[in-house]
């Protein structure tokens, strides 16, 4: 069998010298014996997992809410596919596998439901108070709100993991690494984890769409990267896009993206010359990302995207509904706390913020359908409390 020591020698081996090892991991802020042959990443990963935090993605929000399909993504299966992005990817560059993993599958523990409506909506109610945004609502689970060991709340996540987490810098992301050498680059495993999450949105975002009909396969087709998929799968520019094209074009649109990814990221790193961690840290910028050609369709795609897709009135309509909602929940609560479940409501005196912390936490944890019956509850009289 094979045991921890031996996978760390394993990794020492195997994976590029710019890799982070397990071996070589800053720690915890708890100091806890490692597992006999589980790697700390690899323990990071089976705690991330186990969270309350995580079974509760499954009821939330990407794009579409819940009732609108069974065949939309939600937050859980967006995490799902950006893990393995991530993994694939961190394996052709010979990264660490596992540490990509834990930071794609931890970094959106901390949306509320409503996707970004509901952030956007958290954060105004939280504007004299804090403010709200997902990813410190993320180091909130895994540090101080998961509560499932004796020792110490949240995970204690290795150091890697947990800066992996605050440095996820993305078009949908809000950096603030304070506390984790902000001038310093993330691992090659972070940025990775944030190409995956952006391939992982744009390629899913445009399968959904078109999958609902909300958008135009005649404007899809005008789109620079949806061109470069037909002529790589040998079809017409003006091809039909029926069920069977739009499953060919999303898979090889994800292939197009991370091998254009790859190439880019490995000419970078070759260029860069960096021969340890410590060299690519101190770079001070990501090498992970895209050429300056693949970036301009790509951000073609995600203009196309929100103009499109997010704004389209089918999708604003929920929007403005998950905003009442969110919002007359808040002031309900923060007005009349003992509305608030016991268990919830007793975290009072601990929180330096008070209540009004206590009441986003408590609404950024619900699930999209949660959020609904308690709205149910709390407003209509006919439902039983």
Known sequence: MLSREMLEQREREILAPYAMKSGDTRGRLVPEDE????????????????TTAFRRLAYKTQVFVYYEGDHYRTRLTHTIEV?????????????????????CLAHDLGHPPFGHTGEATLDECM????????QRQTMRIVEKLERRFPDFPGLNLTYEVREGLVKH????????????????AGTLECQIANLADEIAYSTSDLDDGLRAGLLDPADVQKLAIWQDVMRSLGEPLDRRID??????????????EVTAALEETMRRLKESGVQSVEELRSLGRNVAGFSAEMEEKNQELRHFLMDHFYRHYRVMRMTQKARRLLSELFYAYVEEPTQLPRETLVRVE????GIYRIVCDYIAGMTDRY?????????????RA
């Open 83 to 103: 893990a393995q992005i991530g993994r694939t990817m961190a394996r052709a560059l010979g990264a660490n596998e596992d540490l990509v993993e834990a930071i």
């Open 350 to 353: 601990e929180e330096p913020e």
């Open 371 to 383: 959020a609904l019956d308690e709205y149910r509850k709390l407003f209509d009289p006919e439902t």
């Open 243 to 256: 069920d069977m094209l739009r499953h060919r074009a999303i898979r090889r649109l994800v292939g197009i």
């Open 127 to 134: 504007r004299e108070h804090g403010g709200f945004d997902h």
């Open 169 to 184: 810098d993305t078009d949908y992301d809000m950096t603030n690494a304070a506390g984790y050498e902000p001038e310093k």
């Open 35 to 50: 597992h006999p042959y589980r790697t700390a990443y690899q323990k990071d990963r089976d705690r991330i997992i186990h």
